[in-house]
C-alpha cells in the first residue's frame, strides 16, 4: 500500500493555459475522488469514479473542468483555459468498494496550482 | 445544497483541557459522519467515523451524533499541543460523495 499519489505536487501556469493532473489510487480502492480547497476552506468536492464511471459531479464545476478515470486506475483531471479563480489545491482520494468503508477516504498529498 | 456548518475558530485550549468541536448538517438523508484533522500545508486524515446515534469513543476523542437535531461532534480529552490543527467535519448520504464543512482551527496551547 504506497498510498495516493498526485502528480505533479506543484503546477505554476500562465492564465488561458491548459493544465492536467495526475491521481494514482491505493490499488485495491475502486472508487475515486477529486476535491479542491482553497485557504481557510474545506475541500470543496468536485467529482467521483466508480471503477471508470463518473457517478457524481458538483453542478459547480465550471465546463473548463473534466476528470477522466479510463481503465479503472489512475485518474487525470484537466482544466483548460485556466483563470486567476482556479489557483487552489487539487487533492485526490480514494476508498475502498462497498459498505460503509466506500465512504472512508484517504487523500494523497495534493496538487497545488497557482495561475498568474 | 447540501450544507456542513462549522464554526471557523480559532478554538484555544490549555494543554490537558478538553475541546469540543461541534458541526451541524443541512441534510436529513445523511448517513456517515466523519471528522478529519488536517496540519497546516498538509493533507487531511481521518480520526473518527460514525454512524449510528449516540457516542462513540477512540482514545482521547469521543464523538458524538443527534441525527434529529442534524448534529455532530468531536470532543478531544487531555488536548496536547500536537491536537493543533483544522479539524474538519464531513458528512455523506448514501451513494453521494462526501461533504465536506469550512474547518475548525484547534489551537492547544502548553
Known amino acids: 500500500d504506497t498510498g495516493v499519489s498526485q502528480d505533479p505536487r506543484h503546477k505554476i501556469t500562465k492564465r488561458g493555459q491548459n493544465v492536467t493532473f495526475r491521481c494514482d489510487p491505493i490499488s485495491e480502492h475502486n472508487r475515486l475522488y477529486w476535491y479542491r480547497q482553497t485557504l481557510g476552506q474545506g475541500p470543496e468536492f468536485l467529482t467521483y469514479f466508480q471503477n471508470e464511471a463518473q457517478l457524481e459531479k458538483s453542478r459547480l464545476l465550471s465546463d473548463r473542468f473534466s476528470a477522466e478515470r479510463p481503465k479503472g486506475s489512475f485518474s487525470t483531471l484537466e482544466i483548460q483555459r485556466t483563470e486567476q479563480g482556479d489557483s487552489a489545491m487539487y487533492l485526490c482520494a480514494s476508498s475502498r468498494p462497498g459498505g460503509a468503508r466506500a465512504n472512508v477516504l484517504t487523500f494523497g498529498a495534493g496538487s497545488r496550482l497557482t495561475v498568474l | ?110
Open chain 2, 1 to 110: 445544497q447540501k450544507e456542513v456548518e462549522q464554526n471557523s475558530g480559532p478554538l484555544s485550549v490549555p494543554e490537558g483541557a478538553i475541546a469540543s468541536l461541534n458541526c451541524t448538517y443541512s441534510d436529513r438523508g445523511s448517513q456517515s459522519f466523519f471528522w478529519y484533522r488536517q496540519y497546516s500545508g498538509k493533507s487531511p486524515e481521518l480520526i473518527m467515523s460514525i454512524y449510528s446515534n449516540g457516542d462513540k469513543e477512540d482514545g482521547r476523542f469521543t464523538a458524538q451524533l443527534n441525527k434529529a437535531s442534524q448534529y455532530v461532534s468531536l470532543l478531544i480529552r487531555d488536548s496536547q499541543p500536537s491536537d493543533s490543527a483544522t479539524y474538519l467535519c464531513a458528512v455523506n448520504a448514501a451513494g453521494t460523495a462526501l461533504i465536506f464543512g469550512k474547518g475548525t482551527t484547534l489551537s492547544v496551547s502548553s
